[in-house]
């Protein structure tokens, strides 16, 4: 169980394109759920937390306006990155809260590797 | 602030050897502490995790873990590391201050030599 899916697992796109990406609970329902993002060889580095029907919560320095979130449901919710540049090449990881099994625990989705050239 | 702190950035080992990885984190209130590893090229999996309860945590692979109250300390430890062991290891932590979301330290990247 507590399975995550992320899609595309890897996408490539011109700068100045827009790219989504879903995240979907599988088999519980996530009334919240988070982005992440990874470079190379560093640490995830939350961008993003998104509750189901409302607006998402960003942290410090990520741009909301550029990473686009929605969570229109218990199982979904995608990412845009808009206007993408080569600077937003990078490895994004969702992860989502089983809301019956309590706030402690996150199940992480496989990452999506966005390159944008 | 909230953080979390892992002091070994890369570790070499030779197989057989004993293993431990620290963490020190930095919050309020009643803390939740995982381990996750990633495997070169691939997701993360989770290795162990501590709510409350016995402070020595058991996970998978032959890991374990210890929470330290006192020294705000959760360190990853395994007895005899295999070459499959290879792989970055985070510490994580979240917390009712933070709003229980999941914050990650900068990573162990962990090699093991055959």
């Known amino acids: 169980g507590a399975v995550v899916s992320q899609h595309p697992s890897w996408v490539i796109c011109k700068s100045g394109t827009s790219v989504k990406i879903e995240c979907r609970s599988l088999d519980f329902q996530a009334t919240t759920m988070f982005w992440y993002r990874q470079f190379p060889k560093q640490s995830l580095m939350l961008m993003a937390t998104s509750n189901e029907g409302s607006k998402a919560t960003y942290e410090q320095g990520v741009e909301k306006d550029k990473f686009l979130i929605n969570h229109a449901s218990l199982t979904l919710s995608t990412l845009t990155v808009t206007s993408a540049h080569p600077e937003d090449s990078s490895f994004y990881i969702c992860s989502a809260r089983d809301r019956t099994s309590g706030p402690y625990e996150q199940y992480f989705g496989p990452g999506t590797r966005l390159t944008v050239t | ?114």
Do not use: M
């Open chain 2, 1 to 114: 602030a909230q953080s979390v702190s892992q002091h070994n950035h890369h570790v070499i080992l030779s197989e057989a050897a004993s293993l431990e990885l620290g963490c020190n984190y930095s919050y309020g209130g009643t803390v939740n502490l995982f381990w996750y590893v990633q495997y070169p090229g691939q997701h993360l999996q989770l290795l162990l995790k501590y709510f409350s309860g016995d402070p020595l945590v058991k996970g998978i692979k032959g890991f374990e873990a210890e929470f330290i109250k006192s020294k705000f300390s959760f360190n990853l430890r395994k007895p005899s590391v295999q070459w499959s062991d290879t792989a970055e290891y985070f510490c994580a932590v979240n917390s009712d201050t933070g709003g229980f979301k999941t914050i990650f330290g900068a990573g162990t990247r962990l090699f093991v030599k055959a």
